[in-house]
């Protein structure tokens, strides 16, 4: 469980960024969260309620858009979706792959701001 | 979106921070020609005991040294320094991983340049440390015999991070009716191509297989130093 350290790290990226703009009145953070991030968005959500309290974004929401596995299958030549966690192969032609090219971010895409 | 908002790009990652100390560190590690060897597993899958063999094993051809994190006490320390290698312990509080910066200053008053292999023994847990780079040149994923073969699929992410799955307490295959077959099956459906390794750092079976991997591993790492050493 170390989605409250992340919530929080999210909260500091933000208010960095809304003082590098001389303060910015922020009502959502938009996330990306790959499915190798090794963080459970149901836990992050529920931390970022937490970690939002006493701080400027004690307002705002987390919205998380979630990123897919992608491999190179060198099968297809080209990057495919990957089968599942479990199962992490090409979705399509079921070769084995183990270069990952999408599915470990982390990421603060964009803040949704009170204009 | 409501109609009074904007939105403003950041495309920052979260994990940047530690990213960038941790390829610090890699480079360092480089630079003093270490090769560094990070462990994770599920609590009492044999991480301290297979790294106190480990560290007597080849102190008498190598300098090795190692760094070990646990929420509390500084039991493990203890334990690893009756190898007579130099350890440090690390106490991470309540957090449930080790992270870059609690292995930057861990190493404070250490020459890097002093060792051939550096190991670190991560907190024991299957989750969390899979988000963390260490600054290592290899990871590896340990678990027992005993835990049971679908742990790889029941805990994909860690073993997705890591380079070399170690199979250990093989002493106790046949008493657990453990099925490797059935275990690098498994692994083979979470990480495709990984290498596996079966020991006992209690009996040895498959030490000697474990430390002839370890040091090519080196070898491949740090050409260079090997080769200015011999």
């Not at chain 1, 970690?51 to 596995?69: F, I, K, M, Q, Y």
């Not at chain 2, 500084?74 to 870059?100: F, M, W, Y």
Request: proline content about 3%.
């Amino acid at each position: 469980m170390h989605e409250l350290s992340v919530a929080m790290s999210i909260i500091e990226i933000a208010e960095e960024e809304s003082k590098r703009r001389g303060g910015l009145q922020i009502s959502a953070v938009h996330l990306r969260l790959g499915l190798l991030s090794g963080v459970v968005k149901d836990a992050l959500l529920f931390a970022y309620e937490i970690a939002r309290h006493d701080t400027p974004l004690a307002a705002s929401r987390l919205v998380v858009e979630e990123v897919p596995g992608v491999i190179y299958c060198p099968a297809c030549e080209g990057r495919r979706p990957v089968g599942s966690l479990e199962w992490f192969c090409c979705a399509e032609c079921g070769s084995l792959a183990s270069e990952l090219v999408q599915g470990k971010e982390l990421e603060v895409v964009s803040l949704e701001v009170e204009k | 979106m409501s109609s009074g908002t904007r939105i403003i790009e950041v495309r920052q990652n979260v994990f940047k921070q530690n990213d960038i100390i941790a390829r610090a560190l890699r480079q360092r590690f480089r630079d003093a020609g270490v090769f560094v060897v990070s462990m994770v597993s599920s609590p009492g899958s044999g991480k301290t005991t297979l790294l106190e063999r480990t560290l007597t094993l080849l102190r008498p051809h190598y300098r090795v040294a190692a760094l070990v994190g646990d929420l509390a006490t500084e039991n493990d320390a203890v334990r690893l320094a009756r190898s007579q290698a130099p350890v440090k312990q690390i106490t991470t509080g309540t957090i449930c991983h080790l992270e870059a910066a609690m292995v930057q200053s861990a190493l404070e008053g250490w020459d890097l340049a002093d060792f051939d292999f550096l190991f670190i023994e991560n907190v024991g847990n299957l989750v969390c440390p899979s988000s963390y780079d260490l600054g290592e040149d290899l990871r590896l994923v340990l678990m027992s015999v005993t835990e049971g073969e679908d742990k790889p699929l029941k805990y994909p992410t860690i073993f997705n991070s890591a380079d070399v799955a170690v199979i250990t307490k093989l002493d106790l295959a046949a008493a657990v009716e453990f099925d490797g077959g059935t275990v690098a099956r498994n692994i083979q459906s979470v990480r495709p191509s990984m290498v596996i390794v079966e020991l006992s750092a209690k009996s040895g079976e498959g030490m000697d297989e474990y430390l002839e991997f370890l040091k090519s591993q080196r070898t491949a790492f740090r050409p260079a130093d090997i080769s200015a050493r011999s």
